[in-house]
């Protein structure tokens, strides 16, 4: 019923900047979070950062200061800016959305595919 998918990933050198877009489609009557997760291997998956429909964010320790996430809620998609890339960042990232399917339901979380970002020292 919705779909999450991720683009924009990829290799960059450390100190690089990548941006992140996930765009969601389906039967969605709106859409009141969404966020970033990411996943390195052998660790667990961890929160990046999370927006609500009104533009509150807020971020892991980690990445504050370098990454920036921001939605078009025109479009059901949000974005995550990442600048001055650590080799510690490289994960699979995830998008989700809390998503409600009609006027009177509840809401659902939905998560994309994932994608891989790399950075290289």
């Known amino acids: 019923q919705v779909q999450l998918v991720e683009s924009g990933g990829g290799l960059v050198q450390a100190g690089g900047s990548l941006r992140l877009s996930c765009v969601a489609s389906?039967?969605?009557?709106?859409?009141?979070?969404m966020g970033w997760y990411r996943q390195a291997p052998g660790k667990q998956r961890e929160l990046v950062a999370h927006?609500?429909?009104?533009?509150?964010?807020n971020y892991a320790d980690s990445v504050k200061g370098r990454f920036t996430i921001s939605r078009d809620n025109a479009k059901n998609t949000v974005y995550l800016h990442m600048s001055s890339l650590e080799p510690e960042d490289t994960a699979v990232y995830y998008c989700?959305?809390?998503?409600?399917?009609?006027?009177?339901?509840?809401?659902?979380?939905?998560w994309g595919q994932g994608i891989q970002v790399t950075v290289s020292s």
């Open positions: 989700n959305a809390n998503v409600r399917l009609g006027p009177s339901g509840y809401y659902t979380l939905y």
């Open positions: 927006i609500i429909s009104g533009g509150s964010a």
């Open positions: 389906g039967s969605i009557f709106s859409i009141n979070a």
